[in-house]
């Protein structure tokens, strides 16, 4: 009888200890997963003021139209460049997103390959006259300018360090034509043997949209990063030439 009572109070001493412990072991638990609770940022209460909310965007660009017909022949590396001056306005709930508007200027720059744009023509369509088989310039370019009001959704992982920090922005540009014209420089025969050094400029936009809308994307680390852009308006008015889409991509320089 007295081993039974032994062996009862030494069962019942290891049941509390153990017991004991299972419940050491929870209170950690709970004790971790409250403290990882209150590490998470709230970034409502994040503060930017010590943060310029007005930045330069900078873009460099290979250029190219999407739609262009057999018979219109680009060459060489087309380009653009834009400017811009930004301003971003953060969330108050969550800085780490916020809308970028501003205002700038691009430019795009088309070469074509013994080919002539006549901007400047009486045609009722703009012309795009084939010379491979006789005299042609031997740098020929299409200069196209917008004034640009660029607006972006913005998301920056780190905003209180955005120079040590991924961004990503997607948006629109809504422009308004300030210039077409070409530019041909020296003209040769079909050997490129040289006829004449000079260069000639046409200047007109009768043939062109004068009013763009254009889809923007870009995604960035610290200033550097690259961007990709697509006009969802054609570049020639219904009627007067093709369907054809500018579309760039780049890089870019840029705080936000």
């Known amino acids: 009888m007295r081993k039974l009572l032994v062996a009862a109070l030494v069962l019942m001493t290891t049941t509390a200890a153990l017991a004991q412990t299972d419940t050491t072991v929870h209170l950690k638990k709970d004790t971790v997963a409250a403290s990882a ?5 709230d970034w409502s209460k994040v503060l930017l003021g010590n943060r310029p ?47 970028g508007a501003g205002l700038g200027i691009g430019w795009s720059n088309i070469f074509f390959d013994k080919q002539q744009v006549l901007v400047a023509s009486q045609n009722p369509t703009l012309a795009f006259p084939n010379n491979a088989g ?22 920056s992982m780190d905003p209180i360090n955005p120079n040590r920090s991924w961004k990503f922005a997607v948006g629109v540009k809504v422009g308004t034509m300030t210039t077409a014209y070409t530019k041909a420089k020296q003209l040769v025969n079909n050997a490129n043997q040289p006829i004449n050094n000079f260069i000639e400029k046409e200047v007109s936009k009768k043939y062109f949209n004068t009013t763009e809308l254009v889809g923007t994307a870009r995604v960035s680390y610290g200033v550097f990063g690259i961007f990709a852009q697509y006009q969802v308006t054609p570049l020639i008015k219904s009627n007067y030439g093709p369907n054809m889409y500018p579309f760039s991509i780049g890089i870019q320089l840029s705080g936000l």
């Open 134 to 155: 006789g005299d042609h310039f031997k740098k020929y370019k299409l200069v196209t300018s917008y004034l640009q009001i660029p607006l972006e959704l913005r998301y």
């Open 53 to 99: 909310n007005d930045h330069l965007m900078i873009q460099f660009a290979y250029d190219n139209w999407a739609g262009t017909p057999d018979t219109i022949r680009t060459t060489g590396f087309s380009r653009s460049f834009n400017f811009y001056f930004m301003f971003d306005f953060p969330f108050k709930t969550d800085p780490r997103w916020s809308v």
């Open 37 to 41: 609770k209150s590490k998470k940022k």
